[in-house]
């Protein structure tokens, strides 16, 4: 579904690359890792892969069509949702205004938006008396469940995370790597995830490792 082709990146110095000739492919229905140190370009690549910046060089296909022909802004609005690792909630609002903003930004078909909401949020934890909450009064793991909803409700087949559980302690960490898992394998969309963590890494189908300027498949168990 998403391949990157023989791409290159760096931001100053193309002597000083961050990477160069990468050859991935993400399919729908499998959950990614990707593993790296601090500063190997973890999040410059997901920004490549989500269309918020663009590689120096080769060429990101979605369904086979890059993605600059997509349009980086047409791509980002119908194609692939982002989980950051900072929630990235409109603060003024309430979970469930903010499941259902998504939705209307993105031009979903979904009938009874606030409904199908409601029953989204409630299935990762998220009741309905938490939904009408403002988000500011929710906890860092049920700002970053109501997060998970807002990209799974978009309906776009491809869910890139950036660090998701970096903030969360362990039981939740685990209760979020498992919905991730399940947005993969139930809801068959293609989700990958930067991380630092072994354990969340191992989680998933595919793990791949950004080491000395390379990615590098890791067999996981
Ligand atoms: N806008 C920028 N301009 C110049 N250099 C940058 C910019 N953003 C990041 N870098 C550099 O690019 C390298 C990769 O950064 P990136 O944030 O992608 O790494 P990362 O693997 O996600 O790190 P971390 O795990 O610490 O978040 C780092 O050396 C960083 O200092």
């Known amino acids: 579904m998403l391949k990157v082709e023989n791409i290159g990146y760096w931001y ?80 003024y609002m309430t979970a469930i205004q903010n499941v259902t903003t998504a939705m209307d930004i993105t031009h979903s078909d979904r009938k009874n938006r606030k409904e199908f909401g409601l029953t989204s949020l409630e299935s990762v934890g998220i009741d309905s008396s938490l939904a009408h909450k403002p988000v500011t009064k929710l906890s860092g793991g049920q700002q970053q469940r109501v997060a998970i909803v807002r990209a799974m409700c978009c309906e776009h087949d491809l869910i ?21 898992q399940k947005i993969a394998h139930e809801q068959n969309k293609c ?20 080491k000395n300027k390379q990615f590098e498949q890791i067999v996981t168990q």
Do not use: W
Request: glycine share 6%; hydrophobic share 35%.
């Open 160 to 180: 890139v995370a950036d660090e998701p559980t970096g903030n969360l302690d362990e039981q939740t960490s685990n209760d979020i790597i498992n919905i991730f």
């Open 191 to 210: 989700v990958i995830m930067v991380t630092h963590e072994r354990e969340v890494a191992d989680a998933c189908d595919y793990v791949y490792e950004l």
């Open 12 to 91: 100053d110095n193309k002597n000083d690359f961050l990477y160069k000739d990468v050859n991935l492919t993400f399919e729908k229905g499998k959950s990614y890792a990707i593993l790296g140190s601090s500063g190997s370009g973890k999040t410059t690549f997901l920004s490549l892969i989500a269309g918020l910046d663009k590689p120096k060089e080769g060429a990101i296909l979605f369904n086979d069509q890059a993605i600059n022909k997509i349009g980086l802004t047409n791509y980002r609005k119908k194609c692939v949702s982002v989980v950051f690792q900072a929630y990235n909630l409109l603060p």
